[in-house]
């Protein structure tokens, strides 16, 4: 358990595996190669072959935590999966500028006008390069 205040990248690259039950972690963990043992059904990273869910594993969190720690974790591989859905993530994702997840008060009328000029770009993109 850490405080949840640290910078979550930080930890997560000085993590040996990451466990986490919100947040980002999961996500900068699966996109860098760290073994990650989600504890949501519902992540979207959760189809990665560094990703393991205890809940649904052959033995549970115990033979999860045997698989991610016995040694044979292959980090080149996961760092390579990662990238590519950090990649894949990317593509399909649009800028929302200034927006603050952490401070949703504060809120800019023309910010809804960005966040949708942001998304017709991406998809315009997206079109062209299925051309």
Known sequence: LIDPLLPGPDVVRGAAAVAPITRTAGFEAAWIGKPVISLSRHSLYN??????????????????????????????????????FHKALAGMSFDIGRYDMANP???????????VSALEESLSEGREAAA
């Open 105 to 115: 008060q504060r809120f800019e009328a023309g910010w809804i006008d960005s966040a």
């Open 47 to 84: 189809f990665l072959d560094h990703v393991w869910q205890p809940d649904v594993h052959p033995g549970g969190l115990r033979a999860v935590f045997d698989e991610v720690f016995r040694g044979d974790f292959d980090a080149k591989q996961a760092s390579l999966d990662g990238a590519r």
